[in-house]
Each structure stands twice: as structure tokens, then as C-alpha cells.
């Protein structure tokens, strides 16, 4: 779904190949575009890419790209304009057993000092520190803000 896209004027049928367009870009690539200004001179489309399950991630050039592509050959308008908003990874993705690891090295820090600092059992700690148990996002959040803390 292509947000304001009222404001394009464009036939019925081309709504409908532009609406088929966009939906393609959300499902494997979690691409959105909202229509921010319209007139015969431009066109200027917002386009954003949020977490992608496919792990497909475009840098700005490509999704200025993206934008002439899906919306191009649909309207008559002399200019294209794109305002990208690429995908940004949260810091706890970096989170992974050896990153641990290596923060617990680098501080001198034991797993039993994690799990009294976290409320986490000792062995449940152990189990995330070697990769036997699964890191979850928060799980990752609370290791990364325990060895990150934001400074005030």
C-alpha cells in the first residue's frame, strides 16, 4: 500500500500496477513509500526499508532507484524526487556468543558477576556465553546495554 497515493491522479489501472508494484517491495524487502508531493513538475515519494526477514538492505542510491522504477513510467511528471530512509541494524544485533565473550574478557567480567548484575541464572548465563541457548532480541538488548551503558 502505497501511502496518500490519492494525491497521484492516476487512472485506475495504473493505481492497481502501482499498488501490485509496492506490495512486492513490502513483502521481500519490507520497502513502504508515502506520497509527500504531487504536481505536473515532480513527484516526491518517501521511501523507507524497515527489518527485512530476507535480509535484502539497499543503501540510499539504490532506493532513489527503487522509487523511478516503481513509480516512473506511471505518470507524467518531469521530475522524480526520492527521500530514503534506509534500514538502520539496533545496536544488540551485533550481540552474538563470541561478542560476549570478548566483552567478558576485555572487563574481567565472570559469569557469575553477569548473573548477579542481570538476575539471570549462572548457568542460564553460561548457556547464552557459549551459544548453547538461543539469543533472543531482548536477551541481546540486556547484554549489549549491560556492556554498553548509555553515559549521561
Known amino acids: 500500500m502505497v501511502k496518500n497515493v490519492n494525491l497521484l491522479g492516476l487512472p485506475p489501472e495504473n493505481l492497481a500496477l502501482l499498488e501490485q508494484r509496492a506490495q512486492l517491495h513490502r513483502r521481500f524487502s519490507s520497502i513502504?513509500?508515502?506520497?509527500?508531493?504531487?504536481?505536473?513538475?515532480?513527484?516526491?515519494?518517501?521511501v523507507v526499508q524497515g527489518k527485512s526477514h530476507a535480509e535484502n538492505y539497499f543503501d540510499?542510491?539504490?532506493?532513489?532507484?527503487?522509487?523511478?522504477?516503481?513509480?516512473g513510467d506511471l505518470g507524467a511528471w518531469k521530475t522524480i524526487l526520492a527521500r530514503p530512509i534506509p534500514y538502520q541494524r539496533p545496536g544488540p544485533d551485533v550481540v552474538t556468543p563470541e561478542?560476549?565473550?570478548?566483552?567478558?574478557?576485555?572487563?574481567?567480567?565472570?559469569v557469575k558477576d553477569l548473573a548477579d548484575a542481570l538476575g539471570?541464572?549462572?548457568?542460564?548465563?553460561?548457556a547464552y556465553k557459549n551459544g548453547v541457548k538461543p539469543l533472543s532480541g531482548v536477551v541481546r538488548a540486556m547484554f549489549y546495554?549491560?556492556?554498553n551503558p548509555t553515559k549521561k
Open 32 to 46: 513502504e513509500f508515502k506520497v509527500l508531493e504531487c504536481s505536473a513538475e515532480k513527484l516526491v515519494v518517501r
Open 60 to 71: 540510499q542510491p539504490r532506493l532513489v532507484e527503487i522509487v523511478r522504477e516503481t513509480f
Open 99 to 110: 561478542w560476549i565473550q570478548n566483552r567478558m574478557k576485555e572487563r574481567g567480567v565472570k
Open 120 to 126: 539471570v541464572d549462572a548457568n542460564t548465563i553460561s
Open 145 to 147: 546495554f549491560y556492556f
